[in-house]
């Protein structure tokens, strides 16, 4: 299992530029959530995607938006771009359950703009 | 949602056990209490969940009081490769029936374990 891929890796953007960022959830998993953290903080959560509807938002304008394929699958969409949308982007896959905040994280996109 | 506080930062030796107080006194009946931790350039991973009294995995133990506004997590005897950032979780307990649990991290407790 290779467990939640994320692509790329590296990411380098110039303002006013568009960023499309992809993630393979954890085998089995349903659910995938996104994440910013930007440096010395802790993630921040953007939204989630469950049966291919965003479920729940965090407080992120709209520039920031979300797909979730019929395979689990997910990208994450920033236009617009702001040099302090720079951050480490992560995305968590998980199993939809009522008894578990249990989450799988990839290793995470670094988007810099510039 | 329930607001945690921890400790920023906490030093350790090697082979110690190391206790990570949170405090979340705002907590609602309903949250579970998570700790997640993260290395640099990493994404965050799950360590460990309870509800109420004591909970131990083969990684770390759990300690929740009656009143649950705090919890500690305990790691026996720590090694140079757990130093990481630690993170207490609470929700607000609202389980939407749909997907899974939004997470929200605050700034951690950084963990440093000295030779």
């Known amino acids: 299992d290779a467990g939640v891929t994320q692509s790329p890796t590296h990411l380098i953007k110039t303002r006013g530029q568009q960023v499309t960022l992809r993630c393979s959830p954890k085998?089995?998993?349903?659910?995938v959530s996104w994440y910013q953290q930007a440096l010395g903080q802790g993630p921040q959560f953007i939204f989630q995607?469950?049966?291919?509807?965003?479920?729940q938002r965090g407080n992120f304008p709209d520039r920031f938006s979300g797909h979730q394929f019929p395979n689990y699958s997910s990208e994450l969409n920033v236009n617009a771009l702001l040099l302090g949308d720079s951050a480490l982007y992560l995305c968590?896959?998980?199993?939809?359950?009522?008894?578990?905040?249990?989450?799988?994280f990839g290793q995470g996109t670094r988007l810099t703009v510039v | 949602l329930a607001k945690t506080t921890q400790p920023i930062s906490m030093d350790s030796y090697e082979g110690q056990e190391v206790n990570i107080t949170c405090s979340h006194n705002?907590?609602?009946?309903?949250?579970?209490i998570t700790w997640y931790q993260q290395f640099p350039s990493q994404g965050p991973r799950f360590i460990i969940q309870?509800?109420?009294t004591k909970v131990t995995n083969e990684v770390a133990s759990l300690f929740i009081p009656a009143d649950r506004k705090s919890s500690t997590l305990s790691l026996p005897r720590v090694s140079l490769s757990d130093t990481a950032v630690y993170y207490c979780?609470?929700?607000?307990?609202?389980?939407?029936?749909?997907?899974?649990?939004?997470?929200?991290f605050g700034k951690g407790t950084k963990l440093s374990v000295i030779p």
């Open positions: 968590a896959s998980s199993l939809a359950r009522e008894d578990s905040t249990e989450a799988f």
């Open positions: 085998s089995g998993h349903d659910t």
């Open positions: 995607y469950y049966e291919e509807e965003e479920r």
């Open positions: 705002n907590i609602a009946t309903n949250d579970y």
């Open positions: 309870g509800y109420k």
């Open positions: 979780l609470v929700g607000d307990g609202a389980y939407s029936g749909a997907g899974s649990y939004q997470l929200t």
